[in-house]
C-alpha cells in the first residue's frame, strides 16, 4: 500500500447518546450539555443517530429534530456523522441528502437488512450504496457489524471503496477485527481513507497497530479514548498499552455490562444531564451493575464526572 494523502477525517469519534426526560420525551437542553461535554473531554468529531443513540426506538420527525437541533448546536465546532442506515435504497438515500443539507461532514450506514432473516445479496448492497452515493457528496462509512447478520467480505468492502465514489471509510466490528482491517487495508490501498475501530474499542489496541486510523465508541469518556489513540498515532506504543491497560476496565464495562446506557449513566452520575432514562422497551440498568460503572470510572477519574 502506498502511501496516500492523510485522512479527511481521524481519531476519536464517539457516539452521541439521545438524550431522553424521566417521561420518555426528547430533552433538547440536556442533548446540548450532552454535546458540549463531548466535545470539552476531547472528541475530535462525533457521531448522532447511530444504535448507541438508540435510534431504532425514534419517530423520523425526531430524527430529524435531532440532526437540526444537534449539528447547529455543534456549529463547526468539530465533524458530525450521520447515521442514516434505512433498509429500503431511496430512504437512505434521502436521509443522506437531508443529512447533507443541514451540514453532516459525513453518512454511516448498514448494509440493508431487516430482522433475523431478510438479507439482500452483494450486488443488490453494491447498488444500494452506489445509489446513495450517487445522491450526496459527502463521504460514505460503511458499519460491518454484527447486528446486520450481513458477511461483508473484505475484498467485498475494498471494491466498493474502489468502485464507489464517496465510499471511502468503514467501521469494523466484527470478530477479528484487526485481521479484517489489515486485509481491506490492503485490498483497498488508497481508496480506504479510513479504516476505523468500533465496539466501544474494546479491541481498539489490536485495531490501531493493524492499521485503523479511527475509532468510534462510547460517549461517557473521550478523554480516555484520546489518551491511547493520541499516544499510539504519536509513536509512543508503550504509552498506548499502558493507556490501554488503564481504560480497558471500563471499556469492558460498558461493552459486555452497561452497553448503551453506560455514557447516560456516567452523564447523570457528572451531572451533565438530569436524567440517565433509556426509551421502553429498554430498561434502566441493574443498580448492581450501575454501581460498578460508576466504582470502575471513579478509579479513572474522567471529565464526565467533574465537568458539571
Not at 42 to 62: M, P, R
Not at 156 to 163: D, G, H, I, K, Q
Not at 274 to 292: D, I, K, N
Request: net charge negative.
Amino acid at each position: 500500500m502506498t502511501a496516500g494523502p492523510p485522512p479527511r477525517f481521524r481519531g476519536v469519534f464517539p457516539v452521541v447518546p439521545t438524550i431522553f426526560d424521566d417521561s420518555g420525551e426528547l430533552d433538547p437542553d440536556g442533548q446540548r450539555r450532552c454535546v458540549d461535554f463531548m466535545i470539552d473531554a476531547g472528541s475530535d468529531g462525533l457521531c448522532i443517530l447511530a444504535n448507541f443513540s438508540e435510534q431504532f426506538v425514534l419517530t423520523d420527525g425526531e430524527r430529524d429534530r435531532l440532526v437540526d437541533g444537534i449539528l447547529d448546536h455543534v456549529g463547526g465546532r468539530v465533524p458530525v456523522i450521520v447515521t442514516t442506515t434505512h433498509f429500503s435504497t431511496q430512504a437512505c438515500a434521502e436521509r443522506s441528502r437531508r443529512a447533507q443539507d443541514a451540514g453532516a461532514s459525513m453518512v454511516m450506514i448498514m448494509p440493508p437488512y431487516h430482522g433475523a432473516t431478510i438479507r439482500v445479496r452483494e450486488p443488490e448492497i453494491f447498488e444500494f450504496f452506489q445509489a446513495v452515493s450517487d445522491s450526496i457528496g459527502i463521504p460514505i462509512m460503511i458499519q460491518d457489524a454484527p447486528v446486520s447478520g450481513t458477511a461483508l467480505p473484505a475484498a467485498f468492502l475494498a471494491r466498493m471503496a474502489r468502485e464507489i465514489a464517496n465510499v471511502a471509510y468503514f467501521k469494523i466490528e466484527v470478530p477479528g477485527a484487526a485481521d479484517k482491517l489489515r486485509e481491506l487495508i490492503t485490498l483497498g490501498g488508497d481508496a480506504v481513507e479510513g479504516p476505523w475501530d468500533g465496539e466501544e474499542a474494546i479491541t481498539l489496541l489490536p485495531d490501531l497497530e493493524a492499521g485503523a486510523t479511527g475509532s468510534m465508541t462510547g460517549g461517557g469518556y473521550p478523554d480516555g479514548i484520546r489518551q491511547i489513540v493520541d499516544a499510539y498515532r504519536d509513536g509512543r506504543r508503550e504509552d498506548a498499552v499502558e493507556a490501554y491497560g488503564r481504560w480497558l476496565p471500563l471499556i469492558n464495562h460498558e461493552n459486555r455490562q452497561a452497553g448503551l446506557a453506560a455514557a447516560k449513566v456516567l452523564m447523570k452520575e457528572g451531572g451533565v444531564i438530569a436524567s440517565e432514562a433509556v426509551r421502553h422497551p429498554l430498561r434502566p440498568l441493574h443498580p448492581q451493575t450501575r454501581a460498578g460503572l460508576i466504582e470502575t470510572a471513579r478509579r479513572l477519574d474522567p471529565l464526565v464526572l467533574r465537568w458539571a
